[in-house]
């Protein structure tokens, strides 16, 4: 064990349609717990699942969009969104979920989570991390 | 007669073998993710509106409210329906393909 | 009007059980009759009785049973897919030297000819899938 | 029942990667039993079902494809294979399994069941169908 | 060096679980450690043991439990995605109230802090979905 | 880093992602039904062609030959390995990101 690792877990599909989102969801809060140094990235279609106002109720399904607020709670405060994914399906920021964490190094200053990066960045990220979970 | 696709066109080729597929004056349902297809601003958007002038597009409602689209969200001409409308839009057409 | 339902994934992975039982209830309340729901691929998985979902989740599976109770359904588990997959009732553990059985409530076991003759006998199939 | 339905087949999925161009097939061939007036037809990565030369034993898969042989003894003789598809994907009719069905009407001459159409021809057919098997 | 091996999609249905298999069996074979194969989503159902495929086809979920054996591979279920779908052991299935269970030899139900274990055991992390 | 893609180019957008998020130099391994992206002739191999020289591009053989094609069919450049390098390419890259 030893050594902190990063973990990035890769969320690339829609939500509902499949349960990816969901399950995806659900592993990174138990991972929470295993102090690593976690970050999240939401990809093509994965935008979808931090769009703001979802409401299953008409579907008889789940609405677990709501638990994507407790990531800041679990110490996980990096949601990398890449920026070309929102473009391509004509979202901004505005339309996200407004996901933030509180910073206790800055007397508990709510933050935002959500950061916007573009391709070249992303990858950058993505070639750093020692684990990457993919659905 | 009546075509349902269920997949986001940003993700796969699903609606995009409808439309090439779907004689002109086809009802289109889209389900499940493919309501994003019905979404304005986005690089589909200029296929959807083409397709909305050729076909009667629907989106079922409750898929668009599940993730967060509403009514104003949506190309003009495409009509969010619910499920009775389905099974009407079933009713109503001869045959039924479905798009996964 | 008569309706054939195809379900062709399992329940939970992809919304097709999902949006086949909301349009069976429709069609249902709207004084159709539905022939019969058949499930094949990993549609049969949706016939299995141990299931727990979470609590504060539909139950994908009772749901099913619960419609076909009240709206006199048919619902048929394709044998070729519930083989392969493990969905089995009493008769399918005994041929295949099983020692248990999941198949859930008002859930039926029988082969594809089951699915030619719905589509023969409905006005309309109607599939959901991935 | 009464009245011959004209039944239609849909295969639009690449085999070995997912299930349903084999399950697929054993739908037509069980479904031929039924006398129904019957076509198949192959859109998108369904074209890749009928290549010519599939040899999946280092996989530990099955080898369905030579159950497509069979359709012409089970009188499933007429398989479209949509023109566009097979073009995008760099294929023409040499690539795929030479598919036959004997004409007993014609002194059982070897007939070709692969018909090339393209999209407008395709779309017309599948508007003509009364029930679509789609997986 | 030390793999971990992630199943997101049962058996048949999609290749994943034969891709995975076919890795896990390669790694083993040049002498690498497989430290634990984590089945996920649709991948729990790798884990019934009713499963009675064609006999000229390969048998998915004995397969696994060969390769455990022959390997001491730990193969683990994720329960939470098991309770979902009806994969259940002698405990699920007291815990839960089912009269009947399904794991394969070899198979076992536990959480997901198992798939998070794994990785940070493991020197790389494999994924095979659909 | 070693990329791996399991999706048939003509049906799902996860290629193309892969290639828009490795870095120039990766490993890049297509498996399942992504070996259909490493066909020559496709109007998608323009983007493999180029992908190819980008990176460094390996096909699932068994995948291949299950499929009816062959080392004749490649693009040049992508090259057939089988299990055995599979578990090499790992090994020897220091994560792996599988595009699904």
Redo the contacts between chains.
Sequence with gaps: MGAIKKFMYVNRTAP????YAQEGLEVALIGAAFDQEVSMAFIDDGVFQIKSGQDTSA????NFSPAYQALGDYEITRLYVERESLEARGLNVDDLMPLTWEDEDDDYNEKPSILIVDSDELAQIIAGQDVIFNY | MLHTV?KSPFEKNSIRTCLRLARSGSDILL???AVYAAKSGSEFAVDMIEAARQHNVYV?E??LIARGLSQSCLIEGIEPV???A???L??KND??Q?W? | ?K?AI?V?E???????S??A???T???V??G?EVVRVFF???GV?NG???????Q???NI?D?WSQLANEAGLDLVVCV??A??????DAD??KR?G?D???IADSFRIS???Q???A???AD???????
């Design positions: 509902h349609g499949s349960v579907t008889g399904m789940k | 269920n389900i499940q993710d079922l409750p898929d619910g499920y009775d389905f099974v009407e079933a009713v045959s039924v479905s996964l | 009007m309706f195809v062709n399992g329940p939970y992975q992809h919304q097709a999902d949006t039982y909301q349009f209830k429709a069609a309340a709207a159709h094949y691929h990993d998985n299995t009785r141990l299931t727990t979902p979470p504060d989740d539909r599976v749901r070729a897919a083989q392969r997959r493990g969905i089995v399918e553990a295949n099983k248990a059985e999941n082969g594809l000819g699915l030619i003759e589509a023969i006998q309309r199939l109607m599939t959901f899938g991935d």
